[in-house]
T-cell receptor, first 112, second 116 residues
């Protein structure tokens, strides 16, 4: 079936470095993509989203890139901080149902 | 931003009993809510879509008679795990859609269910 997957289960970076978390998706019909951050024992927290008609979107310290040609999504975090340590999920959705398909998740570990 | 709450945050029950989990949108009306299950170190798996005033739509492989969903008002959806077994132990998360375009979905803090 269709799925959204991530390349690496764990990413370890030094505090202050930039982090890049990748995601591959398979449903070319998806209209939008969302990155979520989940801390241990908590629900997902919205980080940033991007619609399928865009290839880049920037937020505060975060940038999402979308490459529809290779069905690839990435989240870039600038100047990574210890508070960024969490599991990051990409999710895709289509239409107006609101249903989201979540990817595997990447654990980001920030070393002080 | 919009707030979604869940109650209880943690629950321990004995095998064979039923447990009800509430999901509330606190400052907006949600015609649609979603229920997810998440096992340790795994991703969120969508269980069902809860629609206010109508029956829930369950994902393939999810037993509707075991996971009863009721969306009685625009701010409340409940998930009842009936005849719970240890394999039902999981983190249950709800989300609520404010009705806007994609991305306007808000997640609750989750409920940790442990079945002994």
């Amino acid at each position: 079936g269709e799925s959204v997957g991530l390349h690496l289960p764990t990413l370890s970076v030094q505090e202050g470095d930039n982090s890049i978390i990748n995601c591959a998706y398979s449903n070319s019909a998806s209209d939008y993509f969302i990155w979520y951050k989940q801390e241990s024992g908590k629900g997902p927290q919205f980080i940033i989203d991007i619609r399928s008609n865009m290839d880049k979107r920037q937020g505060q310290r975060v940038t999402v890139l979308l490459n529809k040609t290779v069905k690839h999504l990435s989240l870039q975090i600038a100047a990574t901080q210890p508070g960024d340590s969490a599991v990051y999920f990409c999710a895709e959705g289509s239409g107006n149902t609101g249903k989201l398909i979540f990817g595997q998740g990447t654990t980001l570990q920030v070393k002080p | 931003g919009a707030v979604v709450s869940q109650h209880p945050s943690r629950v321990i029950c004995k095998s064979g009993t039923s447990v009800k989990i509430e999901c509330r949108s606190l400052d907006f009306q949600a015609t649609t809510m979603f229920w997810y299950r998440q096992f340790p170190k795994q991703s969120l798996m969508l269980m069902a879509t809860s629609n206010e005033g109508s029956k829930a739509t369950y994902e393939q492989g999810v037993e509707k008679d075991k996971f009863l969903i009721n969306h009685a008002s625009l701010t409340l959806s409940t998930l009842t795990v009936t005849s719970a077994h240890p394999e039902d132990s999981s983190f249950y998360i709800c989300s609520a859609n404010s009705g806007g375009s994609g991305g306007e979905q808000y997640f609750g803090p989750g409920t940790r269910l442990t079945v002994t």
